[in-house]
């Protein structure tokens, strides 16, 4: 099976920058997979890919160097399914809120081969293509499951979730998890409430030897967190760099 980059990544203690598709197009998906990313995330839970679009940018992110990965709209084990079948290298899955949960989506990205715990159904159909005929025997351990840490439930059951077995790590949105702290959904990442959390989360995942990834507002809070050591980082969406773009563009026009 082609072999997960960002695996290897994180084996030899490099962070990756991930880009991150808010926008329901294949084009958008292959233009930011050939902008150097490391991966790119289609996010089919605040974005506006449904099955179809997503599948659509999974394929146009193939001929890209980018790791295609899916954020899913929920803890489904069918929709978690259906986008590792489309291909997806990883899944991100939001509002995981307990040890319970973050083994349900743990195990929905696993085949029960080989002794290992997992509920995923067989029919790899992209998974065969992109990833080889042997991805039936790899395929647990290529590909990437980062339960989200955003709540206060999760943080309450922050060591238990990162214990579990069947996930490879945690991912913190921070503007959920600045809702759940009383900041609002636009905290500075270096308010201490928050940068506290963040620093509570990155530990507890390497306190069971899982990665831990962040999505960030910005540019300089992503460099920020790689230095801090996190090992996954997304630098924003395709609709903010839009907007920015042509605020900018306009504003020099205008001045
Ligand atoms: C959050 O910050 O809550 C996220 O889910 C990022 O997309
Ligand atoms: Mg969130």
């Given at each position: 099976?082609?072999?997960?980059?960002?695996?290897?990544?994180?084996?030899?203690?490099?962070?990756?920058?991930?880009?991150w598709m808010s926008?329901?197009?294949?084009?958008?998906?292959?233009?930011?997979?050939?902008a150097g990313f490391d991966a790119v995330v289609v996010d089919c839970q605040h974005g506006m890919a449904g099955h179809a679009q997503m599948l659509a940018m999974l394929q146009a992110l193939t001929h890209t160097p980018a790791v295609p990965l899916v954020r899913v709209s929920g803890n489904q084990l069918a929709e978690i399914n259906r986008a590792l079948d489309a291909g997806a290298y990883?899944?991100?899955?939001p509002l995981v809120n307990s040890a319970a949960e973050a083994r349900a989506f743990g195990r929905a990205c696993r085949y029960p081969l080989a002794g290992a715990e997992g509920d995923r159904s067989f029919g790899p159909a992209r998974g065969l293509l992109v990833g080889g005929p042997?991805?039936?025997?790899?395929?647990?351990?290529?590909?990437?499951?980062?339960a989200m840490i955003e709540t206060r439930a999760a943080l309450d059951a922050l060591d238990a979730i990162a214990a579990e077995p069947t996930i490879d790590g945690l991912f913190i949105g921070p503007s959920d998890l600045g809702i759940a702290l009383g900041l609002g959904p636009a905290a500075a990442f270096t308010h201490p409430d928050l940068a506290a959390a963040i620093a509570r989360i990155q530990a507890a995942a390497a306190a069971h030897g899982k990665v831990c990834g962040i999505?960030?507002?910005?540019?300089?809070?992503?460099?920020?967190?790689?230095?801090?050591?996190?090992?996954?980082?997304?630098?924003?969406?395709?609709a903010l760099?839009?907007?920015?773009?042509?605020?900018?563009?306009?504003?020099?026009?205008r001045r």
């Amino acid at each position: 099976m082609k072999a997960n980059r960002l695996l290897e990544l994180f084996a030899t203690g490099k962070g990756a920058v991930a880009g991150w598709m808010s926008i329901d197009s294949a084009y958008a998906a292959e233009l930011v997979g050939c902008a150097g990313f490391d991966a790119v995330v289609v996010d089919c839970q605040h974005g506006m890919a449904g099955h179809a679009q997503m599948l659509a940018m999974l394929q146009a992110l193939t001929h890209t160097p980018a790791v295609p990965l899916v954020r899913v709209s929920g803890n489904q084990l069918a929709e978690i399914n259906r986008a590792l079948d489309a291909g997806a290298y990883g899944v991100i899955c939001p509002l995981v809120n307990s040890a319970a949960e973050a083994r349900a989506f743990g195990r929905a990205c696993r085949y029960p081969l080989a002794g290992a715990e997992g509920d995923r159904s067989f029919g790899p159909a992209r998974g065969l293509l992109v990833g080889g005929p042997d991805y039936a025997e790899h395929a647990n351990a290529q590909v990437l499951a980062l339960a989200m840490i955003e709540t206060r439930a999760a943080l309450d059951a922050l060591d238990a979730i990162a214990a579990e077995p069947t996930i490879d790590g945690l991912f913190i949105g921070p503007s959920d998890l600045g809702i759940a702290l009383g900041l609002g959904p636009a905290a500075a990442f270096t308010h201490p409430d928050l940068a506290a959390a963040i620093a509570r989360i990155q530990a507890a995942a390497a306190a069971h030897g899982k990665v831990c990834g962040i999505w960030c507002g910005s540019a300089e809070m992503a460099r920020a967190m790689l230095q801090q050591g996190l090992q996954l980082v997304v630098p924003g969406h395709d609709a903010l760099w839009l907007k920015a773009e042509i605020a900018r563009r306009l504003e020099a026009i205008r001045r």
